[in-house]
């Protein structure tokens, strides 16, 4: 009886796995450019802005990686460092998915991260070495999310005021706390 119902089984598995089509055929979709309105010079600077970010989370880990070492052993600085960094990649993060949202990043995405930016600094003689590199680090980030900003705002053609208005917000905002 087990025979049988094991040869129907496979009998009607046989039946259907040689008769389904087993590719997907998959057309890519036509989609409609004509609601993506950034241009290429806004858009060169945010893919700029983004690797500012991610250079700006590699250095604050390697404050957090120095300060977290047995021999120096600054738990309060490692957390602060490691808590910047934290936020440099949630920056990045964002302005990823902005520039998805906008339609820019379709196929290009895995460009932006092509390889780990590498701290220029690791070793530091003190904490407030370390806190005065981190503000210059952080005025520095700041500068370059303002010039992506003129950069957006001042196009004779084109005045990205989503951009602006949403870096104005969200991230000047938050490099002045």
Request: with cysteine; net charge negative.
């Amino acid at each position: 009886m087990k025979a049988i119902v094991f040869a129907y089984i496979f009998a009607i598995c046989a039946i259907g796995f040689s008769s389904a089509d087993l590719f997907c055929h998959h057309k890519k979709p036509e989609i409609p450019k004509d609601w993506v309105t950034m241009v290429d010079p806004c858009v060169n600077s945010m893919r700029t802005q983004i690797q500012e970010e991610l250079n700006a989370a590699m250095q604050y880990m390697a404050m957090g990686a120095h300060f977290s070492k047995d021999t120096i052993n600054r738990p309060g600085f490692a957390h602060f460092f490691f808590e910047a960094a934290s936020e440099e990649r949630q920056h990045a993060i964002k302005l990823i998915s902005y520039l998805l949202m906008r339609g820019e990043l379709t196929s290009k995405v895995s460009n932006l991260i092509k390889t780990l930016p590498e701290p220029k600094i690791t070793t530091f003689n003190s904490g407030l070495d370390a806190l005065k590199r981190a503000l210059t680090l952080e005025t520095a980030v700041t500068r370059k999310i303002r010039d992506v900003i003129q950069r957006c705002e001042d196009d004779l053609t084109f005045n990205d005021y989503h951009l602006v208005d949403y870096l104005t917000g969200d991230f000047l905002e938050e490099q002045y706390r």
